[in-house]
């Protein structure tokens, strides 16, 4: 069965750090592009970063920029996040997601397959 | 930020169809196809449409998308009691390197 189980979320303060993981299962990890995603609370879905199955091309948000970065161990089988410099608009319950590239004349992209998702609280 | 623009509400009763649409720009929905997500209460989004209209297996045929220019739109036919959710469009936004997420409608079975 393919699976995504989020880890490392937490209260922390503003201004502090937090890395979360994802661990995946059930497929060839290292062939497929990566995603977060947050959704704060009662709020709608926020896209957070991407990165590429081999980790050279990595894309953020520009609500993170500068202060998360996304890696990968495809030995490991898990994608982190590693968030700097937290903020109380950073409370949010994060998604790791898979990503897929198909192609039919032309590229398409989408996510299809998402974990529960692990809380992240900043608040002093 | 939410990038994509739907209608905060739909409804209908059920056996109705209901449509609800997402609106875009040339950098993304004019560019790329768009996908949709279903959410229930306390669940991760689930995969209902991509690449504008195809259904992943397992999701009723009940559910259709379509695309036009820079705008996109999801119906539900024969809408059911488990229908209701919300519903958030998305695709890849080619100015911002990034996915773009509609604003999300929830949708109520009378």
């Known amino acids: 069965e393919v699976q995504l189980v989020e880890s490392g979320g937490g209260l922390v303060q503003p201004g502090g750090s937090l890395r979360l993981s994802c661990a995946a299962s059930?497929?060839?990890?290292?062939?497929?592009?990566m995603n977060w995603v947050r959704q704060a609370p009662g709020k709608g879905l926020e896209w957070v970063s991407y990165?590429?199955?081999?980790?050279?091309?990595?894309y953020y948000a520009d609500s993170v920029k500068g202060r998360f970065t996304i890696s990968r161990d495809n030995a490991k089988n898990s994608l982190y996040l590693q968030m700097n410099s937290l903020r109380a608009e950073d409370t949010a319950l994060y998604y790791c997601a898979r990503d897929i590239l198909g192609s039919g004349g032309y590229y398409y992209y989408y996510m299809d397959v998402w974990g529960k998702g692990t809380t992240v609280t900043v608040s002093s | 930020q939410s990038v994509l623009t739907q209608p905060p509400s739909a409804s209908g009763t059920p056996g109705q169809r209901v449509t609800i649409s997402c609106s875009g720009s040339s950098s993304n929905i004019g560019s790329n196809t768009v996908n949709w997500y279903q959410q229930l209460p306390g669940t991760p989004p689930k995969l209902l449409i991509y690449n504008n209209n195809q259904r992943p297996s397992g999701v009723p045929d009940r559910f259709s998308g379509s695309k036009s220019g820079t705008s996109a739109s999801l119906a539900i036919s024969g809408l059911q009691s488990e229908d209701e959710a919300d519903y958030y469009c998305a695709a890849w936004d080619d100015s911002l390197n990034g996915y773009v997420f509609g604003t999300g409608t929830k949708v109520t079975v009378l």
């Open positions: 059930g497929f060839t990890f290292s062939s497929y592009e």
């Open positions: 990165i590429s199955s081999s980790g050279d091309t990595i």
